[in-house]
């Protein structure tokens, strides 16, 4: 079955870390794997991403410097660790790749920072 699981999502206190997971099946992350987030009422927005041909990083100024995105290509796993959590970081997470002209999402993950 061709898929993308996220896992590792749930309630952090502010400043707190968690690292979530996109486990693929069927496909691979070869060409990149990205995170996406959306919180309730807005846009969804790219919050790293992976190149697949070098391992490049990138991210949006808002998470630069405490996300951190890798790969495992022997578990076809890509993570997403976050660090110092804030707010204004609760929203669904998702996965996402492309595969064969065909893009590829999780089913998403929640993410809330609360105190």
């Known amino acids: 079955q061709v898929q993308l699981v996220e896992s590792g999502g749930g309630l952090v206190q502010p400043g707190g870390s968690l690292r979530l997971s996109c486990a693929a099946s069927?496909?691979?992350?070869?060409?990149?794997g990205k995170w996406y987030r959306q919180a309730p009422g807005r846009e969804r927005e790219l919050v790293a991403r992976?190149?697949?041909?070098?391992?490049?990083?990138e991210y949006p100024d808002s998470v630069k410097g405490r996300f951190t995105i890798s790969r495992d290509d022997a578990k076809n796993t890509v993570y997403l660790q976050m660090d110092s959590l804030k707010f204004e970081d609760s929203a669904v997470y998702y996965c996402?790749?492309?595969?064969?002209?065909?893009?590829?999402w999780g089913q998403g993950t929640q993410v809330t920072v609360s105190s």
């Open positions: 996402n790749t492309w595969n064969d002209g065909r893009n590829y």
């Open positions: 069927g496909i691979t992350f070869r060409i990149y």
């Open positions: 992976i190149n697949g041909y070098d391992d490049t990083t």
